[in-house]
């Protein structure tokens, strides 16, 4: 399983980088591995104003649909409309081209709420 060490994790399977200024989130290659193949997204317009723990999207598979999760609060400054036409790019790169949304976080990133790669293994192991 592809855990990158220096990203933060959420127990619903998100991931997020450790910047200051703009966050990337998408979901865990664990995540995407339980879903199956991903064929479609539900995902915020640009200024959508997320709160931390509350859904700001959908994601579907064949399997199933998934709320997604805002792992902190900001305001959405970016989505990856690639994934309109090729979702599967999550379950072939999920922490590369297969981004789900960036944000700018509304204050500085509280890391007590998140879990670091030691924590996640732990989590789904």
């Known amino acids: 399983m592809n855990i990158p060490k220096e990203l933060f ?3 619903e399977h998100e991931w997020l980088n450790n910047e200051e200024k703009i966050v990337t989130i998408g979901i865990t290659s664990f995540a995407q591995s339980q879903l199956g193949d991903i ?3 539900e995902l915020p317009d640009i200024g959508y104003k997320l709160i931390a723990g509350q859904p700001f999207g959908e994601i579907e598979a064949v399997k199933t649909v998934s709320d997604l999760f805002a ?3 900001g305001t959405v400054v ?3 409309n690639s994934l309109e036409d090729s979702p599967e790019k999550i379950n072939h790169d999920c922490y ?3 981004w789900i949304i960036k944000i700018k976080p509304d204050e500085k ?3 007590g709420n998140l879990l670091d790669y030691q924590a996640y293994t732990n989590l789904i192991e």
Do not use: S
């Open 78 to 80: 970016e989505v990856n």
């Open 9 to 11: 994790y959420t127990k």
């Open 39 to 41: 064929i479609f997204l």
């Open 96 to 98: 590369g081209e297969g």
């Open 109 to 111: 990133i509280e890391k």
């Open 71 to 73: 792992p902190i609060a």
